[in-house]
């Protein structure tokens, strides 16, 4: 029996109701209906206020009929400018996953009419669901916003992982007569973090101070993080110490930003003077300090911090813990401890533990574990596929990694390509290996052939062992030369000033060989450079790295 037959719902529906005072910016509310109307039984009702609550109804995608339907209500009846009609059927429609439909809604309404207020809400909703298109053309439709709807733009973009957006609708916001606040400034520092963005992270810093924007633990823990990931250490040690440190979150930023730079000891120093002010460190203090122990090999410590978390502050483990734990003794080539944890897990270990193992093994050059670990991965990746083949390269089974690369190009699974880019003078440029595709191309490759020379003759070795292929030894130097690091540090050098530090990222770890070479180049010209790989910071000085050659 179809559930609208239902007596007492269809008097509901279908009885006369008392007038209702129709404004255009009208946000109402009602209970909405425990049963959803079929499209077909929804023909004869008219009133707003019932197709609101049926709306408010559709809460699961197969709802998205009815939805339409009350879409040709909305328009046919001249209901366009009733906001809580609107917006609950946009949020509908982004539940449904159905954005064709409200980008179709808001080509057939105006938003002329909608409240500020209502709006925010609409474009908060959108935004959590995942609706960033939807969203904007909402934003873009509005006739008047306030410091709330930049807010949540703004905020929803880097939500959602678009920062180059939330920092050119910032850009945009400073050309308008609304000031940002706090919330804003969160949110763009956290956008210039994300991107490795330096310089328009400290655009961002001088415009707050200029604006006497106070700082509190969100603003202080965002300056700390975006100073730290862009590779500025001593700066965010310097927001650190000015800030007020009340709130655990800014104790976290600097113990995870210290981590990131493989700065183990004074991560520790930060933990403990932690402990002296009577701050009790939560699951993400642990989860910084024992990475910053991983990073540099400090395996007894990082245990050590497992347990006192345990036993002393009494946090609960969580997959996250058990993932740095897997990390410390994998790094430091205790394969088997580290396998230890993961059966020792209360939980399921997720992929990410299984390639950290995997990677280990490669490393590590341990094939028997790698092929149990990869067949522990239940959806494999083109990044799992090629750690296989390489551990296989590495004790020249050049027959099974074969087999693996065919297995890859069978299942058209494609190898992740490694990209650097390089910050220079407001603009990011962008590089992969061999890459001829920059306009200075030529003068990129004469100033790297000339470094390579260079290099070699103050004791770089390329190390051909690294080329994971079956050709000659003459073959692979040539395709370390090119690599895409440094690729960009030869941009850098050929665009910046003699002694100026140099800031590189790339999106996979760093390989041997560059490590090596960054190394040598950087007594060579007396620079500092520094690249921030997926796993952490190399900053390379006077011949050596932060890392010591640990990472």
């Given at each position: 029996m179809n559930s609208f037959n239902n007596g007492n719902l269809r008097r509901r529906l279908l009885s006369p109701v008392p007038p209702f005072r129709r404004r255009?910016?009208?946000?109402?509310?009602?209970?909405?209906?425990?049963?959803?109307?079929?499209?077909?039984?929804?023909?004869?009702?008219?009133?707003?206020?019932?197709?609101?609550?049926?709306?408010?109804?559709?809460?699961?995608?197969?709802?998205?009929?009815?939805?339409?339907?009350?879409?040709?209500?909305?328009?046919?009846?001249?209901?366009?400018?009733?906001?809580?009609?609107?917006?609950?059927?946009?949020?509908?429609?982004?539940?449904?996953?159905?954005?064709?439909?409200?980008?179709?809604?808001?080509?057939?309404?105006?938003?002329?009419?909608?409240?500020?207020?209502?709006a925010n809400l609409l474009i908060d909703s959108l935004m959590k669901a995942g609706e960033t298109d939807i969203a904007k053309k909402v934003f873009s439709a509005l006739p008047a916003r306030d410091v709330v709807t930049w807010n949540s733009i703004i905020g929803g973009c880097v939500k959602s992982g678009f920062f180059l957006e939330a920092i050119g609708t910032f850009k945009e916001m400073l050309g308008t007569k609304i000031e940002p606040d706090g919330f804003t400034f969160a949110s763009v520092i956290t956008a210039c973090s994300r991107l490795g963005a330096l310089n328009r992270g400290k655009f961002v810093h001088d415009l707050m101070i200029e604006k006497k924007i106070e700082l509190n633990f969100i603003l202080s823990s965002a300056l700390v993080d975006m100073y730290s990931r862009c590779g500025r250490i001593e700066t965010a040690k310097s927001v650190f110490n000015a800030a007020k440190k009340h709130d655990i979150s800014i104790w976290n930023a600097m113990i995870n930003g210290l981590a990131m730079h493989g700065l183990a000891v004074d991560a520790i120093s930060i933990f403990s003077t932690m402990q002296n002010e009577n701050i009790s460190p939560d699951a993400v203090t642990f989860i910084g300090i024992i990475t910053a122990c991983s990073h540099c090999g400090f395996v007894e410590k990082g245990r050590e911090y497992f347990n006192l978390m345990k036993n002393n502050y009494l946090v609960q483990p969580q997959l996250a813990h058990y993932g740095a734990m897997v990390d410390l003794f994998a790094r430091a080539g205790l394969l088997e401890e580290a396998y230890a944890v993961v059966k020792e897990m209360p939980m399921e270990p997720d992929v990410v533990i299984w390639r950290t193992l995997l990677s280990a093994c490669r490393t590590h050059r341990n094939s028997q574990l790698g092929e149990f670990v990869i067949d522990k991965i239940k959806n494999l990746g083109s990044g799992d596929y090629v750690l296989m083949s390489n551990i296989y390269c590495n004790i020249n089974k050049w027959g099974n990694a074969e087999t693996l690369r065919h297995t890859m190009n069978k299942k058209g699974v494609r190898k992740s390509i490694g990209k650097s880019w390089v910050e220079l003078h407001g603009g990011v440029h962008h590089f992969k290996a061999g890459d001829r595709s920059h306009p200075e191309t030529e003068a990129i490759y004469g100033l790297l052939e000339n470094l390579i020379r260079r290099s070699r003759m103050d004791g770089y070795a390329p190390a051909p062992e690294l080329v994971l292929m079956d050709i000659s030894e003459e073959e692979k130097e040539e395709n370390l030369n090119y690599h895409s690091e440094k690729l960009a540090l030869a941009l850098g050098i050929l665009k910046s000033s003699p002694g100026t530090e140099i800031a590189i990222s790339k999106n996979l770890r760093t390989c041997l060989d560059c490590h090596g070479w960054m190394k040598i180049v950087s007594r060579l010209l007396h620079r500092v450079i520094t690249v921030r790989d997926r796993i952490r910071f190399h900053r390379f000085e006077k011949g050596s790295c932060s890392c010591g050659d640990y990472w």
């Open positions: 255009h910016t009208a946000v109402y509310t009602p209970k909405p209906h425990p049963i959803v109307a079929s499209p077909q039984n929804i023909y004869p009702i008219t009133d707003d206020r019932v197709l609101f609550a049926i709306l408010e109804s559709c809460k699961q995608p197969h709802h998205f009929r009815t939805a339409v339907s009350v879409h040709c209500k909305i328009i046919k009846h001249g209901y366009e400018t009733y906001s809580s009609l609107l917006s609950t059927l946009l949020k509908v429609y982004a539940v449904c996953k159905k954005p064709k439909l409200a980008h179709q809604l808001l080509d057939d309404v105006s938003l002329f009419n909608l409240d500020v207020v209502p």
